[in-house]
């Protein structure tokens, strides 16, 4: 008797205990993820000084708000908002109907040259003809000073595009596919009335990876749309913060010289990152509960 209740006993931490760890693993991974960002946004409503001398730990320090004062003083900065916006809707949009019309294709095992037209988007992920080739081919093409040169030279992001295929290769039932087919259903029909209602967890995580990728780009704007009507947000706030850093002649004309025009500059810069995350962090929670179930879905598995 005794020696059964011995093997019965339990061995490590009980539940409760098992509960209590993983819970304290779970804070302390969160305030690792979620600290920087509250720094950078209680160190742009600071006194620079004191952020260097670290007493803006956990809050405000001389509580100011020069530096949003500074940033939207810029009269580009609305347009560069209302561009980001349109960029981002247009481009994600392209992006996910694209992202659709390459993926669920592939994903179909009776396509024909199907593995070769997989290996043909894996290899563009490892190779390409770089910035002065594709620059050209844009400029031969007209799209230069055209909001198109964001979109159509990456269309497809290839390692999204492999999700979704997985996505629909692992968590579309065939058996409904078929039966569509059986009643006469045409491959658009199906598409349309099957697979994108059945897909909606996946297409907002990658509404989610397009929208992010086209509300920071800056890079690509700064090549293909010159000048500064055309700007998304993130090249505006470049341009606020690179004429925000004068050089020593200009500094000896503002009062406090060189010393004031930096402590501004870093006010401007930390600002400029609220100013650039805050929509996409307002965004994300309404996606959320759709994030990691399409994520995890699409995932490759073995």
Known sequence: MNTITKSKRRTGFSEKVSDYILVAICVVV??????PLYYVLIASV???????AGKTFLLPSQFT???YKAVFADPGILLGYWNSIKYTVVGTIFSVVVLYLTA??????????????SIFFIITMYFGGGLVPTYLIVKQTGLINNMWALFLPGGVAVGN???????FENSIPKEMIEAANIDGASKWTTFLKIVVPLSRSIMAVMVVFSMVAYWND?????IYLPGTQKAPLPLVLRNILIKSSASASQASMISGGYAELNKMTEMIKFSSIIVAALPMLIIYPFVQKYFEKGFMAGAVKG
Not at 30 to 35: K, S
Request: aromatic residues 22%; glycine residues 4%.
């Open 30 to 35: 969160l305030f690792i993820v979620a600290y």
């Open 218 to 222: 800056w890079f690509t704007a700064m």
């Open 46 to 52: 600071s006194n620079p000084y004191d952020v260097y």
């Open 65 to 67: 708000w020069d530096g």
């Open 104 to 117: 669920y294709p592939l994903s179909v095992k009776e396509l024909p040259g199907r593995k070769a037209l």
């Open 161 to 167: 595009m492999i999700i979704v295929r997985n996505f």
